[in-house]
């Protein structure tokens, strides 16, 4: 079997979002210290083209989310703002309660992948 690896190639860092264990997303580090893109998970198949190719993408991005306050509502907000027939993990967890609030009050945390050369695109 071919084996793949991940190839770092440019000067984007590219990090997975996960929080309990469970897989929510990617992101990359933006200009700024504190802010990140959340990139929209329809990219996929050019994320990982280029994480196994280096092949260079122009990838879009859905949101800006704050590195100082890393609760998973702030991540979930953009997803279901923008991305209206997306399925969640533990999507059950992520409903308002009678009260207005979030079921489960969850943060999350970034780990970098790799390094990739990407073009990053607003929605």
């Known amino acids: 079997m071919e084996s ?3 190839k770092n190639s440019g000067n984007t860092s590219l990090y997975k979002i996960t929080s309990d264990k469970k897989f929510y997303g990617f992101a990359v580090k933006g200009e700024e210290a504190d802010e990140s893109y959340l990139l929209s998970p329809r990219e996929l198949p050019k994320i990982l083209e280029t994480l196994f190719t280096k092949k260079r993408n122009s ?8 590195l100082k306050n890393r609760n998973l509502e702030s991540i979930v907000l953009i997803y279901k703002n923008k991305l209206t027939d997306w399925l969640l993990p533990d999507h ?5 309660d009678p009260d207005n609030q979030y079921k489960a009050n969850m ?9 990739i ?3 990053l695109v607003s929605d």
């Open 4 to 6: 793949f690896l991940i």
């Open 59 to 66: 990838i879009k991005t859905i949101g800006v989310i704050d």
């Open 92 to 96: 059950f967890n992520l409903n308002k």
């Open 107 to 115: 943060h999350y945390r970034l780990e970098k992948i790799a390094s």
């Open 117 to 119: 050369e990407i073009e």
